[in-house]
T-cell receptor, first 113, second 113 residues
Framework: DAKTTQPPSMDCAEGRAANLPCNHSTISGNEYVYWYRQIHSQGPQYIIHGLKNNETNEMASLIITEDRKSSTLILPHATLRDTAVYYCIVRVVNNNAGNMLTFGGGTRLMVKP | SQTIHQWPATLVQPVGSPLSLECTVEGTSNPNLYWYRQAAGRGLQLLFYSVGIGQISSEVPQNLSASRPQDRQFILSSKKLLLSDSGFYLC????????????FGPGTRLTVT
């Protein structure tokens, strides 16, 4: 699986967009980019995933560069409740046993009033 | 809709005592199930996963074991706890096939004293 690199921490003002970068320069053609977040003392929460095209759902947008070597998770209007650790994960999709996720250090996003 | 339950929510156990943490999933059948552990201030570590009843794969050798006696029940056990077993234990599930969205339970915070 491709390794990902994320900044350890970021701050964002409440109501502004939070843009969380992730580098995955060794990504291969069949690997998806997944984003999860973990609010303090809770289990991780799935946010969004993508392969090539940009994706948007009710939680966030995912922008993947054309060469797929990096991506950005965008929270359009960050709230205090978005304060969490955000994990970028790159993984091949297959139906083999396990298909587990490997969580790295993530980015600790602090939304400030 | 699917829900995942874990209990107990918190647990304080002395060194050398046994452990049993339970996880159940509702609203889906034949899921893949996972046990993760998160030590304080650290990332998630996959401990076990299961693709079916009685099928357990271990990712990290340790004094913990897992069992899946029913399709939607996943149990994490230990005969004798160590201080290093303290942490936040998370159960997760995903459907087979498709992509990698995993859904996590609320977690059990274990303190071994």
């Amino acid at each position: 699986d491709a390794k990902t690199t994320q900044p350890p921490s970021m701050d964002c003002a409440e109501g502004r967009a939070a843009n969380l970068p992730c580098n995955h320069s060794t990504i291969s053609g069949n690997e998806y980019v997944y984003w999860y977040r973990q609010i303090h003392s809770q289990g991780p929460q799935y946010i969004i995933h993508g392969l090539k095209n940009n994706e948007t759902n009710e939680m966030a947008s995912l922008i993947i560069t054309e060469d797929r070597k990096s991506s950005t998770l965008i929270l359009p209007h960050a709230t205090l409740r978005d304060t969490a650790v955000y994990y970028c994960i790159v993984r091949v999709v297959n139906n083999n046993a396990g298909n587990m996720l490997t969580f790295g250090g993530g980015t600790r996003l602090m939304v400030k009033p | 809709s699917q829900t995942i339950h874990q209990w107990p929510a918190t647990l304080v156990q002395p060194v050398g005592s046994p452990l049993s943490l339970e996880c159940t999933v509702e609203g889906t059948s034949n899921p893949n199930l996972y046990w993760y552990r998160q030590a304080a201030g650290r990332g998630l570590q996959l401990l076990f996963y299961s693709v079916g009843i009685g099928q357990i794969s271990s990712e990290v050798p340790q004094n913990l074991s897992a069992s899946r006696p029913q399709d939607r029940q996943f149990i994490l056990s230990s005969k004798k706890l160590l201080l290093s077993d303290s942490g936040f234990y998370l159960c997760a599930w995903r459907t087979k096939g498709g992509t990698y969205e995993q859904y996590f339970g609320p977690g059990t915070r274990l303190t071994v004293t």
